[in-house]
């Protein structure tokens, strides 16, 4: 299960948390303001995450253009649309009056 952390708490107790991730390989949301902000977690589990959205684009591209992809352009075209989804997210929300 993954744990949420605040900010001031990653900051007092990084070591520890560095620690239980790489030994147990727990992983953590930290937030700020109840918000989440980042994650920490194990270095397989995020090559993991990479290796899924590669072959996940992979075979969209394929679906799409009936060719085939290379993995190199595959991850190029998934790391675009992670860029694109963050500055999604970082548009400021209009607020109904």
Request: charged share 40%.
């Amino acid at each position: 299960m993954t744990e949420k952390v605040s900010t001031i708490d990653v900051r007092q107790r990084i070591g520890d948390l560095l620690n239980r991730v790489a030994l147990r390989h727990d992983e953590f949301v930290i937030e700020r303001k109840g918000k989440p902000l980042a994650a920490l977690v194990p270095i397989e589990r995020l090559e993991q995450m990479r290796r899924f959205a590669r072959r996940h684009a992979l075979e969209l591209l394929e679906k799409q253009k009936q060719s085939t992809v290379s993995e190199e352009q595959a991850l190029e075209i998934a790391l675009e649309a992670q860029r694109s989804a963050r500055k999604q997210a970082r548009k400021p929300r209009r607020r109904a009056k």
